[in-house]
């Protein structure tokens, strides 16, 4: 199984880079280092979504809240910065990662302590959440120049000639690469969701790896809640409107198992990069921007196709349960 | 914590007298509720009771309980389809695209559920073909039918239907009573003759309490699902039919956000998100809950995305509710 793993994080390499390199053959400057880097850059917040979602999933649950906890944490932070310039930077970040962390922990709670499906909890605190960005704001906007320039301009910073926004991206890359395999957090939460029994009788308490792993998700989606609303320098109720989808696609793409238990953060972060790549390269050949959501509904398709085949022994134990090196080899 | 306690199967050790059974079922609790809502809009304005506006309420929920019908059987049978809106936006864009090239009324109905159904069978294949679990292929499904919408149609919109095509979303049968709420009366009988009067009801609700049993007793769970989404994107196809008769024109964002509220009316309506349980006519209650919450609020001015905060916190109380009792009543017992 690892084996396999392994081969899906090369073939997406491989798939990104002959990607690359016909659209560079397209438009001259696409491969060049410059854009590239802009191309991670503007990923970024997708790739630290797909991680807090990724975390989510392995625990077999969803998170169809983050964007919606993105909006309004967004314009929790962009107005409390409006209203107080004179408020440090750092308080606010910790502000936006502790109402994430909030809202997340409302889904935790609900799915842990009452046992409510993920997908029915998330689906109604995805309109909740949003729904209160708008009686937050009354429905207005917080436009550029009611944000301090600090606010505005950190995460644009150049240091060592990326801007700190991808500094921020691959700092976290780093940390749930650390968290999920280097912790108990990050053993529990593939043992929950690749076998709940087994893990149980583990003495691993699934509810609360799935309560942490919803608080995780709300957290990053707090933290890119503020780094939206900085790079777009806009908040306002309908930012990320469907967002939630393309953190899933990013896992599914990345060959992390909706059944939960499987999955790489190397995966989620390439097919972040994936759907990245493609969202970037349309409008250099010359494809309507209105056409990226039919691609990855395309994309999204294709990849649970190539999952599934990947994980066939899950789907196929059906009176052939006695014939398992069919599907384990 | 215990799984003992989640497991739906537990059995009690003996049920309840029959009329306590019924009076804590979910429909008559959910009766209750509506009843309620009903007295206080009544009472909160002045506006609420009258036949014509009651009947105008009723547009607020007749398109999505179509589709809701259908989910109802999907979710029983254990799967779940998140496309139905965006079927809509490929529906309502193609009739308007036949609209523009010159269709009439009756070619543009069969366009739009013929588009329906397609988009029914593409997911039914993928999911009982393919065996691929259902709510990841119609999240992807979901972006790629209303991508085509937005591929065809970018920042345009369709507005040239033919003047009779607006009898199926603005018409009246007799008196009050809109063509639409005729449908939705009579798709109620139909579904709830299908699914509770047939074989095919209880193969839905076999599949959805133990997929394996319902393999071994041999039942066709594949063409049983496959016929599940082809109806599921037949309903959304007819919805999509009385929804673009009714606003008169089609834009990719049509319908946006649907889904979410045909889900919550299923579950609203009693039916087991985890499958295997549930009844027509607790999502027809459920959906004249939503839509006098919805319409009552809408008298009273709150803004469409205030009321989406009532749905969802809707939603994921009235699912709460029966989990918070069955502890108290177990902690009581002393377990």
């Known amino acids: 199984m690892n084996r396999l793993l392994k081969n899906r994080e090369i073939l997406l390499v491989a798939i990104i880079v002959v990607m690359i390199a016909g659209f560079a053959t397209r438009a001259e400057g696409f491969a060049s280092p410059a854009n590239l880097a802009n191309i991670f850059n503007d990923t970024s917040i997708l790739i630290i979504l797909a991680l807090g979602q990724m975390a989510v999933i392995l625990t077999k649950s969803i998170d169809l809240s983050v964007a919606a906890n993105l909006a309004f944490t967004g314009m929790a932070v962009a107005m409390t910065n409006a209203a107080y310039p004179d408020l440090p930077l750092a308080l606010l970040i910790v502000l936006a990662i502790g109402i994430g962390a909030f809202l997340g922990a409302i889904n935790g709670y609900l799915v842990w302590a009452l046992q409510i499906p993920p997908i029915v909890v998330t689906l109604g605190t995805l309109t909740i959440y949003r729904g209160m960005a708008f009686v937050l704001s009354g429905g207005g906007w917080v436009n550029a120049h009611q944000m301090t320039p600090s606010f505005l301009n950190v995460p644009r910073l150049p240091v060592l000639g990326l801007p700190v926004l991808s500094w921020i991206a691959i700092f976290i890359v780093i940390g749930a690469w650390f968290v999920l395999t280097r912790l108990p957090f990050g053993r529990a939460a593939y043992a929950s969701g690749g076998n709940p029994t087994a893990a149980v009788y583990a003495g691993i308490d699934i509810g609360w790896t799935k309560f942490l792993a919803f608080v995780l998700s709300g957290a990053l989606a707090g933290l890119s809640g503020y780094l939206w609303v900085s790079r777009y320098a806009v908040a306002y109720v309908d930012i990320a409107a469907g967002f939630e989808l393309d953190t899933v696609a990013a896992c599914v793409i990345g060959g992390i198992s909706i059944a939960g238990g499987i999955g790489s953060v190397a995966g989620a972060v390439l097919g972040a990069l994936f759907l990245g790549v493609i969202k970037n390269a349309l409008p250099v050949i010359g494809i309507s921007p209105f056409a990226q959501m039919a691609i990855s509904g395309i994309v999204i398709v294709l990849a649970v196709v190539f999952n599934a085949r990947a994980e066939k022994k899950a789907g196929r134990i059906i009176l052939r349960d006695r014939a398992v090196p069919e599907g384990s080899a | ?335």
């Open chain 2, 1 to 335: 914590m215990s799984d003992t306690a989640t497991t739906k199967r537990a059995i009690p050790d003996r049920l309840g007298t029959r009329t306590s059974r019924i009076l804590a079922s979910w429909e008559v609790l959910l009766f209750g509720v509506a009843v309620l809502i009903f007295v206080f809009n009544a009472f909160a304005s002045p506006y609420f009771l009258n036949a014509w506006n009651l009947s105008d309420a009723t547009f607020n929920f007749t398109e999505k309980a179509m589709i809701a019908f259908a989910m109802a059987l999907l979710v029983i049978a254990g799967e779940i389809d998140l496309s139905v809106a965006a079927i809509i936006a490929l529906a309502s864009t193609t009739m308007g695209a036949a609209a523009q090239a010159g269709i009439g009324t009756p070619g543009l109905v069969a366009i739009g559920i013929a588009v329906g159904l397609a988009c029914g069978a593409f997911n039914g294949l993928l999911v009982s073909g393919l065996r691929l679990p259902s709510i990841v292929v119609t999240i992807g499904t979901m972006s790629l039918f209303r991508g085509i919408s937005y591929i065809v149609l970018g920042d345009q919109a369709y507005g040239k239907y033919p003047a009779d095509f607006a009898f199926f979303g603005q018409g009246y049968v007799v008196w009050v009573f809109s063509f639409e709420l005729v449908l939705f009366i009579t798709l109620a009988i139909a579904f709830a003759i299908l699914l509770h009067a047939t074989n095919f009801g209880r193969h839905v609700y076999v599949i959805g309490n133990n997929e394996f049993a319902a393999r071994f007793s041999g039942i066709p769970v594949e063409r049983v699902k496959f016929i599940l989404f082809l109806l599921t994107g037949l309903m959304a196809g007819v919805a999509a039919v009385c929804l673009t008769s009714r606003l008169g024109s089609t834009r990719p964002s049509i319908a946006q956000g649907w889904e979410l509220e045909v889900v919550t009316m299923v579950v609203l309506g009693g039916v087991s998100i985890l499958g295997g349980a549930g009844t027509i006519a607790g999502v027809v209650i459920a959906a004249f809950v939503m839509g006098l919450v919805t319409f009552g609020l809408g008298l009273l001015n709150v803004p469409g995305i205030v009321m989406s905060i009532f749905v969802g916190l809707l939603l994921i109380i009235t699912i709460a509710i029966p989990i918070v009792a069955q502890r108290f009543k177990e902690m009581s017992l002393g377990k």
